[in-house]
């Protein structure tokens, strides 16, 4: 399996932006999907973006489209997310995951997941 952490959570104000990091180790990056999740107090955990193993493809939650970028590099071996025009109800923990498979699989396929960022947007 391959150990993920992300860093990059904060405290911002509505109309702000963060970018969060996904770092990977353990086995080669770019044969995984990766994505992110977010939960917030008293909701499920959901499906924000993923990208494919090579970074071609990507797909976003209606919620986040627009506003949220999913980026990744392979010879770093870390995720990114460029968040913009953050809103109070983006607040939740976000979680990074991956999938052992290059395409973007069904959410229930990612199944290595990071400890989560906590992100906190201020009206």
């Known amino acids: 399996q391959v150990q993920l952490v992300e860093s990059g959570g904060g405290l911002v104000q509505a109309g702000g932006s963060l970018r969060l990091s996904c770092a990977a180790s353990g086995r080669t990056f770019s044969r995984y999907a990766m994505g992110w999740f977010r939960q917030a107090p008293g909701k499920e955990r959901e499906f924000v973006a993923a990208i494919a193993g090579s970074g071609l493809s990507t797909s976003y939650a209606d919620s986040v489209k627009g506003r949220f970028t999913i980026s990744r590099s392979n010879a770093r071996s870390t995720m990114y997310l460029q968040m913009n025009s953050l809103k109070p109800e983006d607040t939740a923990v976000y979680y990074c995951?991956?999938?052992?498979?290059?395409?973007?699989?069904?959410?229930?396929?990612?199944?290595?997941w990071g400890q989560g960022t906590q992100v906190t947007v201020s009206s």
């Open positions: 995951a991956a999938a052992d498979v290059a395409t973007i699989p069904l959410t229930s396929l990612f199944d290595s």
